[in-house]
């Protein structure tokens, strides 16, 4: 739609931009007033404009068929079967679609799967009907012969089970991304406290302006925090929110933020120059949000006891993390700033610099082995950052959802490689 | 006479469905929804193959496949086991208790008619 805007159509045409967007994605199908109304808007032949979805659909049903182990889909024949079941062939193609996003639904969350009861029932429950739609699916694009009796049965199950599918959806995506939401949902659905302070941390974008000015009281934010509704999320955040508060007063995010903008991002001298530690420089590093970065803590037992993720790192909410991860190897050496680039094997590998340290917890007392935490910011690359010739580790994130063949931290199979 | 399928299963449209399957490819299939009952049922028809779902109500298909397998009549009855619990430790459960195969949801109709095909060919 070149030289219209896209919400000045709709305008025009007297529907959202949204469902506009739909139509032109193919994902709503549109005939009678409404493609006359676009059309004559646009000032094209009404036919023009279907032309492309049949197309669309055509390209679905083939991809159907080839993305299914059955040989006897007649691949010549999709547009023949398009033109005379349109309906059908738009239910068949929605199907796989949906399956499709099913699958890929399954393959990331199969990590919190194993942790996660109410989340299993609900993919349980996911799978059963998408099994049941894919087989009758089948059956209908399969059997041309079958009797107005079957067919409309069949249909109605369909029917039925496409409601289901739609309402379970939903109901999932509502609880994995209630730590997303605004608003109370996330406490109600959290299945720990870590993920409950996870939410609170996304919700103010793990940022606390009146805090780091000291005009905001950490009690007053946990009290006025609807994502915190367990004593145990409440004693993990005030933790954090102490912690900030105490990094604030050593060093202002906008002192740091001036000095980074001075060159290459370089944490060591950062801590020589304000004469800081460098586990208070990776955190407020972590604060800052013109660097976009992660960061994860650890304790010495290796489990992960916060997390900021940033965009495609993954970050696993339950279980182990990668061993491979620099900060664990920080862990053996404490008090050195270990630097490294790593690169997540998978889908959509970005390179990212980690610069990783361990310290421990407490003040140092006689005769009491020290309790060491691991730290690591997580940059992402940038073109001109300097560090190319450098060698750059593949890490994973949990071992269950990783693709590394041979590797020497795999602790249990891939179901990316073994198949699930 | 038709080979007997029965299909213990509690999801009424993939009942639905593979039985419609099944017998289109010339089987007589038998339903059952109940896993506590699962077992009674077995002996009661004799079928010569067992279609079991996983997660049954009243008991689940791997106490099921691990109670017909301690019995020496049905040690080598075909069982094809259909789940949504598809990870690797399930599946090596399921081989410990002598499932015949296992299958994962959604499966593809012809993967069902080949692994019932191929589990009763003699």
Not at chain 1, 35 to 63: C, D, H
Not at chain 1, 330 to 337: C, E, F, H, I, N
Request: aromatic residues 4%.
């Amino acid at each position: 739609m070149v030289g219209t805007r896209q919400a000045d159509l709709a305008r025009e045409i007297g529907i959202s931009a949204s469902y506009l967007n739909l139509i032109e994605h193919n994902r709503r199908r549109i005939g009678g007033k409404l493609l006359l109304n676009i059309a004559r808007a646009l000032g094209v032949e009404p036919a023009s404009l279907s032309e492309g979805a049949e197309a669309a659909l055509i390209a679905t049903l083939r991809e159907a068929a080839v993305g299914t182990p059955m040989p006897a889909a007649e691949l010549e024949r999709a547009d023949e079967f398009a033109g005379r079941f349109p309906g059908w062939a738009q239910v068949l193609a929605n199907a796989h679609r949906r399956v499709g996003a099913l699958e890929r639904t399954v393959e990331s969350l199969t990590d919190r799967l194993a942790h996660d009861p109410q989340l299993a029932a609900s993919l349980h429950e996911l799978l059963s009907t998408a099994a049941a739609i894919r087989s009758t699916a089948s059956i209908l694009a399969e059997n041309k012969d079958l009797s107005d009796e079957w067919r409309n049965r069949f249909h109605a199950n369909m029917d039925q089970d496409s409601r289901r599918l739609s309402d379970s959806s939903k109901a999932l995506v509502g609880y994995l991304d209630a730590d997303a939401d605004d608003g109370a949902e996330g406490a109600e659905v959290a299945s720990s406290p870590q993920e409950e302070v996870d939410s609170f941390l996304h919700h103010n974008g793990y940022s606390f302006p009146d805090l780091e000015a000291g005009v905001a009281d950490v009690e007053q934010l946990i009290t006025d925090a609807p994502q915190l509704g367990s004593m145990a999320s409440k004693h993990l955040a005030r933790g954090v929110l102490e912690q900030t508060r105490s990094d604030a007063r050593l060093l202002k995010l906008s002192a740091l933020s001036v000095a980074v903008g001075q060159g290459v991002l370089d944490p060591l001298a950062l801590a020589r120059r304000f004469s800081l530690a460098p586990s208070v420089i990776l955190r407020r590093l972590a604060s800052l949000p013109s660097l976009t970065a992660g960061f994860v803590v650890c304790d010495r037992a290796g489990s992960l006891v916060f997390r900021k993720p940033v965009n495609r790192f993954a970050v696993p909410r339950f279980g182990a993390a990668c061993p491979l991860w620099p900060m664990f190897d920080a862990l053996s050496a404490p008090g050195s700033v270990r630097v490294q680039r790593v690169r997540q094997v998978g889908r959509n590998a970005a390179t990212f610099t980690c610069f990783a340290f361990a310290e421990q917890r407490h003040a140092l007392e006689y005769n009491v082995q020290p309790l060491m935490q691991g730290m690591m910011l997580i940059v992402p690359d940038v073109a001109d950052a300097g560090r190319s010739e450098e060698q750059i580790v593949e890490v994973g994130s949990n071992c269950r959802v990783c693709a590394r063949v041979q590797c020497p931290g795999r602790r249990e199979p891939s179901i990316l490689s073994e198949g699930f | 006479m038709s080979k007997r399928v029965l299909l213990v299963e509690d999801e009424p449209n993939i009942i639905e469905a593979v039985s419609f399957l099944l017998s289109r490819d010339g089987w007589h299939v038998d339903t059952h929804s109940d896993g506590g009952t699962a077992v009674a049922k077995v002996q009661e028809l004799e079928p010569d193959l067992v279609v079991l779902d996983h997660m049954l109500p009243g008991k689940s298909g791997m106490d099921i496949l691990t109670e017909l397998r301690g019995d020496a009549a049905y040690k080598d009855l075909p069982i094809l086991m259909l789940t949504a619990r598809g990870q690797m430790r399930d599946r090596a459960l399921a081989e410990e208790a002598g499932v015949s195969r296992f299958m994962t949801k959604p499966f593809s109709n012809t993967e069902v008619l080949n692994a019932v095909r191929d589990l009763t060919r003699a």
